[in-house]
């Protein structure tokens, strides 16, 4: 079992910085891919970013590519989100999603497919 915890969400500006963050306890976190997601108002859970087991992959939602940055440290067991340039429309609450894969898994982008949810931490962007 994995448990996940975000943090780091908040009110920012249109345009400013926020580094969203996803702490995993329990065993074998270095063996899972890992996924954010988010969810705005009204909307479905849509993608937003994954990272390979060991980081080496990652993959973006084509909104957020050149803005967003997703990475991982694997001794910390966490994985950040840092995103740039934010924009009011990416306001939402974000959710860190993980599921154990093996090493040559490709990156997966349904909510579906990852076993292990957080409970959400709210980015809101204001115009």
């Known amino acids: 079992q994995v448990q996940l915890a975000e943090s780091g969400g908040g009110l920012v500006q249109a345009g400013d910085s926020l580094r969203v963050s996803c702490l995993a306890s329990?065993?074998?976190?270095?063996?899972?891919?890992v996924a954010w997601f988010r969810q705005a108002p009204g909307k479905g859970r849509e993608f937003v970013a994954a990272?390979?087991?060991?980081?080496?992959?990652?993959l973006y939602t084509d909104s957020v590519k050149g803005r967003f940055t997703i990475s991982r440290d694997n001794a910390k067991k966490a994985v950040y989100l840092q995103m740039d340039s934010l924009k009011p429309e990416d306001t939402a609450v974000y959710y860190c999603?993980?599921?154990?894969?093996?090493?040559?898994?490709?990156?997966?982008?349904?909510?579906?497919?990852?076993?292990?949810w957080g409970q959400g931490t709210q980015v809101s962007v204001s115009s």
């Open positions: 990272i390979s087991r060991s980081g080496g992959g990652v």
């Open positions: 999603a993980a599921d154990h894969v093996i090493l040559t898994a490709p990156i997966r982008t349904e909510a579906g497919e990852y076993e292990f």
């Open positions: 329990g065993s074998l976190f270095s063996r899972c891919a």
